[in-house]
């Protein structure tokens, strides 16, 4: 007998071709029968709602650099059962799972701090090598680039690259290097920086804002041509019209230089002074925890005592992100008629803007997409991207991972991870979670009591390929 039964609902699982109203039963945690006739001891109907493997979000933020605590209820919340962090640092991120989390899987990179874990903006191949040894020995799955924020080096931005690929890891890049920014050339620049080898290119759309050819439109079909021509290269976007960076500054200057793009796109000196004007004339805004324990922005003069409050050490949006190459980045195609761009990410976690449901299914009424392709870019590719075989699909012996959702109030109603309901649309059940990790990982989780399941990234389109 199965443990639970899930009726109700059309289920849309492209990896084995369903798209129909049926059932979906649930036993030891895993998927166990897809069909008209399953029974279980108990069940939930969900008439008129859509089941789907369990949403993957590849670029959430969960530390304490940014995202912060909240993130982990703001994901289950929306309907996402495993997210991949982007930042790290991988030892905060499971002490502050052990201590708020929702009970989701979560994957961590480790970012390359200039200054902090590494000496400078250029490190050596070996002083790489020992940051990513260390990291995957404290639950990381590989490396993430700051360039954006904190640039490295193009020769630095190389060793890196190389040193995950000889050591068969993740590597995500936020593009830029201390020659061109977070931009449409820096993200060409980490294309060349890779010689080659495969590499996770995060938020495309976040390079085209015009900062290069003055067109952001123009400036993503530069990176779609180059993308197509490098297939090695995996890629995501994110819809939302903020952005996310650091408030900081240090000698009268914003440390992260997307900051200072963003003032500067706004008609603001680059400067904390024209922080704080951006404050005043609500163009920044800083994300703070609300009653509920949730991530939102404010802006304005709250915004700013607020910045002064937390010593500017506050998460700060701003909207900078072209709404067209948005819509883009989710629909252009090659020749051969595949998505350039893989999957539909969020920069979300803690910043309030996990928008897969909400905006990727306006997409999907719109006519954009298919309900198949929807759930392609938020579960199964994501789940290609991690080489998380057990997961993306509704196979039986899956993992009991999913989401349904309300296709017309694009709210999760129910998300499941490993067969235990940690949404169950207006209260969060679960807590704690699982680190997904490599194996050298294991011991980060043994030692805070924390479940956790190996990953072999052979299985990841990094290595295996599309
Ligand atoms: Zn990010």
Redesign the pocket.
Known sequence: MNDFVIRGCTVVDPKNNVNKLTSVAIKDGKISEVGDNAKGRRFANFDGAVLMPGIIDT?V?CSNW?GGPASFKMLARAGVTTALD??GPADVVLDQIAEHGSGINILITEAVYPGVNVKDSNPSYEELNRLLETAISEGAIGFKLLGGHYPLTPEACSAAIKTAADRRCYMAI?AGSVKNGSNMKGALDAIDFAEGRPFHL??VNSYCRGAVLGRPKEELQTLLKALNEHREVISEFYTARFN?TGGKCAGGLPESHVTRNCLRAGGFPETEAGLKQAFEASFAHCVRENMDGLNEYITGRAALEYWKEMDQNVTCAFPVNDREVAFLCGTSKNEAGEYIIDAVAT?GGGIPRNFLLENGLLLVDWGAWSMDDFVRKTSFIPSRMLGLTEKGHLTPGADGDITVFDPVTRRALLTVVGGKVVWGGNALLGGGGTLICLKEGRGAAERRGLPFKTVDLEESMLYKGR
Do not use: K, N, T
């Open positions: 670029h933020h940014i982007l930042s936020h995060a938020h996310g920069d």
